[in-house]
């Protein structure tokens, strides 16, 4: 959610902010190369005929922009003769003549659309102007021209972070280490894109590193190590790193902001709002630690002061963040203002459209879901084999369902059994998803590839899927000894059911399933990236939801799975029933302390983690009802899935 490169001895860098993903920006870089900043643009720079212009604003025609088929380019050679034109660009840009470097670099690049060092200089300007869709656009375009252009695969790496798309970050994030193992911040760069990928285990091996190769205890690198530890549930080695951040940095705003969330998610609200009054004297005016003190005082019940803090921030800042807007709907709806609540969710999806550049991936969303069906039938799976079950670790509890649809309770409620251990949201279903062509020798895409496993000297790679897979998690260290289970609870984990059935076929599989309003309203109030964007609209997460609930009653109707469906309405309105319900399906002994899950003493890391700190309450049942109006829309969208899982409108 947050978001170059080259020498971290260098003279000592500005750190910056990280922005855009699921959660609050809590990590940002050091290590930034001088050169790579932007100078401010003194005008509106180039007039050219609009219709002309490209529309991701970088300011060339489409034909030499997004259009551009990077395959037609010619010899560099043929275009030397721009080099005294490129050196005037940069030296244009540096000297602060904006608008002279941007006039060159377009004229260059029109002429020849290959020349990196002008796209360099146009990137930097589109840069300082915050232009995201240009900037990805050119950044692109020059790590095709250059792939190991160290500087343009970090700076396409924070702006892939800063975009939410945290799996492709990770492949430029990875080259860079490649291409400079021993170079402090392309360790850091992997820490940062790993924890936001979920995996802080080995994330925080790279920012070890990158402590180590700097040969220096920087306060920043300190206070993002000490994110990665608090993502792992390592509370108090995280609380001393940003205790030894703040020793060195006393007026830090990153790590007194990062260790006050800490402090927040790990129960004590005094102790948060006593640093953020600490911050709030240092940076009076800055937005993260007004939204932060709001989340408290909401934390504490406080909502009208929760909401005037942030309505002081819209007066002084004209507008809030997405971030900013979520927040503020969720205080009105805390209030019963619904109509304003709602007004404000719609802003805040409105202002992140806006900000990424975003949408939902649609037509991708409908293919893969058709491949799936496609492939997923009763007498193509009845031919395929499946991996064995290993008795020597600890085996998967998938637990499944839509993000906001009750899936944190159950693991809570599951990870409080001494038998059951909590490993959180594991993205490596989905890894061996886009690994397994390639794993199975296949020419075929994912999952046709799984036809490779007709043949004779494949039969057993099932068994080497399930093997990195295990291995994966044995590497976060979050299966203690004497677990015999361990819950996997990716998001929309549910849309390769097939697949995890082939792997684990004795794994159990409980899916939790919501009222879909309710559902729809809760991730529309949160900020979320799973399931290909589509919350960023209130009509995608409804055409998403519904279509990957089809796909659910394909995959069980068409295999044999070891699936028990969980109603969350059930676990709210007859908890120890519920529970019983789901240790008999695992097959595990009922424990009390399973009912008492927000004794749970471990942090989770989803939008919920506040929620399953409280006792079971019910204020969250059926609360679609107070935006009925609004939801009109998509609820002929939603009607079959509403009525095939017996609830009504």
């Known amino acids: 959610m947050h978001r170059a490169s080259s020498d971290a001895g260098s003279a000592r860098p500005k750190p910056r902010a990280l922005e855009g993903s699921d959660r609050r920006p809590e990590a940002i870089l050091v290590f930034q190369d001088p050169q790579a900043r932007c100078v401010p643009m003194n005008n509106a720079g180039r007039e050219s005929n609009g219709s002309q212009l490209c529309a991701c604003g970088s300011g060339l025609t489409r034909a030499r922009c997004c259009e551009l088929n990077l395959a037609s380019l010619g010899a560099r050679e043929a275009s030397r003769h721009l080099v005294p034109l490129e050196e005037r660009a940069a030296e244009a840009q540096r000297s602060g003549a904006t608008e002279e470097a941007q006039r060159l670099a377009i004229d260059i690049l029109e002429l020849a659309p290959g020349r990196t060092r002008a796209l360099t200089v146009l990137y930097e300007i589109r840069k300082a102007q915050s232009k995201p869709e240009a900037c990805a656009a050119l950044i692109r375009r020059i790590v095709a021209l250059e792939p190991n252009n160290f500087w343009a695969t970090n700076e396409l790496t924070l702006l892939l972070l800063g975009r939410g798309n945290v799996a492709e970050?990770?492949?430029?994030?990875?080259?860079?280490v490649r291409m400079a193992p021993e170079n402090a911040q392309s360790h850091y760069l992997m820490g940062l894109v790993l924890t936001e990928a979920n995996r802080p285990a080995v994330g925080e091996y790279h920012y070890q590193r990158a402590l180590e190769l700097s040969e220096a205890r920087d306060p920043v690198v300190l206070a993002n190590l000490a994110l990665c530890l608090k993502n792992q549930g390592k509370m108090a080695d995280a609380?001393?790193?940003?205790?030894?951040?703040?020793?060195?940095?006393?007026?830090?705003?990153?790590?007194?902001?990062?260790?006050?969330?800490?402090?927040?998610?790990?129960?004590?609200?005094?102790?948060?709002?006593?640093?953020?009054?600490?911050?709030?004297?240092?940076?009076?005016?800055?937005?993260?630690?007004?939204?932060?003190?709001?989340?408290?005082?909401g934390r504490r019940?406080?909502?009208?002061?929760?909401?005037?803090?942030?309505?002081?921030?819209?007066?002084?800042?004209?507008?809030?963040?997405?971030?900013?807007?979520?927040?503020?709907?969720?205080?009105?709806?805390?209030?019963?203002?619904?109509?304003?609540?709602?007004?404000?969710?719609?802003?805040?999806?409105?202002?992140?459209?806006?900000?990424?550049?975003?949408?939902?991936?649609?037509?991708?969303?409908?293919?893969?879901?058709?491949?799936?069906?496609?492939?997923?039938?009763?007498?193509?799976?009845?031919?395929?084999?499946?991996?064995?079950?290993?008795?020597?670790v600890a085996q998967p509890l998938f637990v499944l369902g839509f993000p906001r649809s009750g899936t944190t309770l159950l693991e809570q409620t599951l990870s409080a059994h001494p038998r059951i251990a909590a490993a959180d949201e594991l993205p490596f279903i989905m890894e061996i998803a886009e690994l397994m062509p390639r794993l199975l020798e296949s020419p075929l895409g994912y999952p046709e590839a799984l036809a490779e496993l007709w043949m004779a000297d494949h039969r057993e790679d099932l068994n080497n899927l399930r093997d990195h897979y295990l291995r994966k998690v044995a590497q976060l260290g979050v299966v203690p000894e004497g677990a015999a289970w361990f819950?996997?609870?990716?998001?929309?984990?549910?849309?390769?059911?097939?697949?995890?059935?082939?792997?684990?076929?004795?794994?159990?599989?409980?899916?939790?399933?919501?009222?879909?309003?309710?559902?729809?309203?809760?991730v529309y109030s949160n900020l979320l990236t799973h399931g290909l964007y589509c919350a960023y609209a209130l009509e995608s997460v409804a055409r998403h939801y519904a279509r990957v609930m089809d796909l659910v009653e394909h995959y069980v109707g068409e295999m044999s799975l070891r699936y028990l469906r969980v109603r969350y309405e059930d676990m709210v309105e007859d908890q120890e029933a519920s529970t019983r319900g789901v240790l008999d399906f695992i097959g595990v002994e009922f424990d009390p302390r399973c009912l008492a899950f927000h004794e749970n003493r471990r942090y989770a890391r989803t939008a919920s983690y506040a929620q399953v700190t409280e006792r079971l309450y019910d204020r969250s049942r059926y609360r679609y009802r107070n935006y009925l109006r609004q939801l009109q829309p998509i609820i002929p969208i939603l009607q079959p899935v509403i009525e095939r899982l017996g609830y009504t409108v």
């Open 301 to 392: 019940g406080e909502a009208d002061a929760a909401l005037a803090v942030l309505d002081t921030m819209a007066a002084a800042n004209a507008t809030l963040s997405p971030v900013e807007w979520l927040e503020k709907g969720r205080l009105l709806d805390r209030l019963d203002r619904y109509e304003e609540a709602f007004a404000a969710f719609d802003a805040g999806r409105k202002r992140l459209r806006e900000v990424t550049g975003q949408q939902y991936l649609d037509a991708q969303a409908e293919h893969l879901i058709a491949r799936l069906k496609s492939f997923f039938i009763k007498k193509r799976v009845a031919t395929l084999p499946r991996a064995k079950t290993r008795t020597d």
């Open 239 to 297: 609380r001393a790193l940003y205790k030894e951040s703040l020793d060195a940095a006393p007026d830090s705003l990153h790590a007194l902001l990062g260790l006050a969330r800490l402090e927040e998610a790990d129960r004590d609200l005094p102790a948060a709002m006593t640093l953020l009054e600490r911050a709030a004297a240092l940076f009076p005016d800055n937005p993260n630690v007004r939204l932060l003190r709001a989340v408290v005082l």
């Open 169 to 176: 970050a990770e492949r430029h994030a990875r080259n860079a």
């Open 487 to 522: 819950t996997d609870k990716m998001p929309l984990n549910e849309t390769h059911l097939g697949l995890i059935h082939l792997l684990f076929p004795e794994s159990p599989l409980l899916h939790v399933v919501r009222h879909p309003l309710d559902v729809v309203v809760s």
